[in-house]
């Protein structure tokens, strides 16, 4: 037994799962850099439900006016969050296989238990990062209340105070729901390298890395996108229903948000601002995946570590 829980432990604290973590960080933070005027552009979409579905260049072109606002604490946020994602996910596949070849149900289940550790350590920071990138937006709907902070800091100390600390997990019970988000991702992602790949041991070329990356995620996205249109507005969480935002994030809350969206906009506005959704998550995750792949397989080769590939 002492045998066993040793090597769990060794397996978890390994160069191989820090690679993971610290490739997948940057190259997350390189992707969101690149295509961060779309996301910002996502979120305003998804917030004001007034704001008709106008192209997405139109929307593009009007943003630039501030494309990087709260550009800092997202990245702050992304680079947190990307790194415990990827060291839980590859912490766990390495204890659970042991070696062994993966298949797709294994690395979904993984691929939740790694998103629901990355949801309970990581939500205070983007509800944060949610408000001070929209903040000074004007919004076309009435029920969302403007808010003024000066900084990541003054936003925490401003919504412990005014709020309370339960505030600061606004939307958990949606981002605990989109776990499935990463996990489908990761599943098709990680199924399509073993289908593609046919037991070769060589490297994919950079194109096929952004094109499996990119497909993966445009799966995951069309799949969960309703309840990431509640999940952005439960983090920003300045609703004038005030019964309503003393329980945002429960059960109560989505499907009263769900509701409102279907009545004023039918099924379409559960899925208002997808195409910039699509857009900017489909780039981001394939220059990601990109960046990830090809800086883990340099520093293997720079440290003299062998790859794991049978577990992949």
């Known amino acids: ?144 209340k403007p808010t003024h902070y000066s900084g990541i800091l003054d936003a925490f100390h401003q919504i412990l105070l005014s709020e309370g600390l339960p505030a600061l997990w606004n939307g958990t019970l949606p981002s605990l729901l989109l776990v499935l988000n990463p996990a489908l991702q990761f599943m098709v992602y990680e199924g399509l390298k073993r289908e593609l790949r046919r037991g070769a041991s060589g490297e994919f070329s950079s194109l096929e890395v952004f094109v499996i990356g990119a497909i993966a995620k445009a799966v995951a996205t069309t799949a969960t996108y309703p309840l990431q249109t509640v999940q952005s507005i439960l983090r920003f969480g300045q609703h004038r229903h005030s019964k309503e935002s003393r329980i945002m994030g429960s059960l109560r809350s989505i499907f009263y948000l769900w509701r409102e969206q279907v009545r004023k906009h039918g099924i379409v506005g559960l899925f208002k601002g997808l195409e910039a959704k699509l857009l900017q998550t489909v780039l981001t995750a394939a220059l990601m995946f990109l960046l990830y792949e090809k800086m883990t397989a340099a520093t293997f080769r720079i440290m003299g570590l062998r790859r794991t590939l049978s577990r992949r």
């Not at 996301?39 to 260049?57: E, I």
Request: charged share 15%; glycine share 6%; aromatic share 12%.
């Open 1 to 144: 037994m002492e045998t066993a829980a040793s090597f769990k432990i060794a397996d978890v604290f390994t160069y191989e799962s820090l690679i993971h973590a610290v490739a997948g960080s940057l190259g997350s933070v390189t992707a969101m850099t690149v295509f961060y005027q779309l996301d910002s552009m996502r979120l305003r979409l998804q917030g004001d439900t007034r704001q008709p579905c106008l192209n997405v260049w139109i929307h593009l072109v009007c943003s630039r006016l501030a494309p990087y606002r709260g550009w800092f604490p997202v990245i702050c946020s992304l680079c947190c969050s990307n790194f415990v994602y990827f060291y839980t996910f590859n912490s766990v596949k390495a204890c659970w296989l042991r070696g062994h070849r993966s298949t797709p149900g294994k690395d979904l289940v993984v691929g939740i238990i790694a998103g629901v550790v990355n949801v309970l350590v990581t939500t205070p920071l983007w509800v944060v990062n949610t408000r001070l990138k929209l903040q000074g937006a004007k919004f076309r709907n009435n029920d969302i």
